[in-house]
T-cell receptor
Framework: EDKVVQSPLSLVVHEGDTVTLNCSYE??????LLWYKQEKKAPTFLFML????IEKKSGRLSSILDKKELFSILNITATQTGDSAVYLC?????????????FGKGITLSVRP | EAGVTQFPSHSVIEKGQTVTLRCDPI?????LYWYRRVMGKEIKFLLH????????ESGMPNNRFLAERTGGTYSTLKVQPAELEDSGVYFC???????????FGPGTRLLVL
């Protein structure tokens, strides 16, 4: 069965700190790994990673994938209170025309002023 | 551009009743997915539509759940009769094509008493 494990489960930091969120996976027919940020309602898309070793960046957020060791990290530098959210990691399994995401439990990040 | 919308945002029903959830995908997205998050667990895949066809319904828990997407636009997920363990948050997502980024709606919070 496909599996995604995120760590830590929760994290409390102060504004300005840098955080690293971890995601490891075991999945058959891997196609991509995605990171989402969920504040109150809809998970909002952050990154999709398909290739090993290529860092994706968006402002203070960056992410990288290691397909050999089967993990990804999401880095947030100079954290702000607006970064407080649940960060979800999901892995896409793709077979022919079928595609589905397997999620981890999420990492709750709290950024204190 | 409007995102994925879901209706209702919350529903409270009694065991044995019927509930119908609706999802409107992003305009032009042929792929539509349903997921569910039960309290304390990770978000889990239910099924995948391509246009009006069910591409993969391997995640549907049992035959009390019926999903439809007549006309290939919006989708409904009916639970009949509802049981206590059906409580959770039901998310809908859509993508332009299979293997493309899935964008999520805000979810419907279902509570079965």
């Amino acid at each position: 069965e496909d599996k995604v494990v995120q760590s830590p489960l929760s994290l409390v930091v102060h504004e300005g700190d840098t955080v690293t969120l971890n995601c490891s996976y075991e999945v058959t027919n891997f196609r991509s790994l995605l990171w989402y940020k969920q504040e109150k309602k809809a998970p909002t898309f952050l990154f999709m990673l398909t290739s090993s070793g290529i860092e994706k960046k968006s402002g203070r957020l960056s992410s990288i994938l290691d397909k050999k060791e089967l993990f990804s990290i999401l880095n947030i530098t100079a954290t702000q209170t607006g970064d407080s959210a649940v960060y979800l990691c999901a892995v896409e399994a793709y077979t022919g025309a079928n595609s589905k995401l397997t999620f981890g439990k999420g990492i709750t990040l709290s950024v204190r002023p | 551009e409007a995102g994925v919308t879901q209706f209702p945002s919350h529903s409270v029903i009694e065991k044995g009743q019927t509930v119908t959830l609706r999802c409107d995908p992003i305009s032009g997205h042929d792929n539509l997915y349903w997921y569910r998050r039960v309290m304390g667990k990770e978000i889990k895949f239910l099924l995948h539509f391509v246009k009006e066809s069910k591409q993969d319904e391997s995640g549907m828990p049992n035959n009390r759940f019926l999903a439809e997407r007549t006309g290939g636009t919006y989708s409904t997920l009916k639970v009949q009769p509802a049981e206590l363990e059906d409580s959770g948050v039901y998310f809908c997502a859509s993508s332009q094509g299979t293997g493309r980024t899935q964008y999520f709606g805000p979810g419907t919070r279902l509570l079965v008493l």
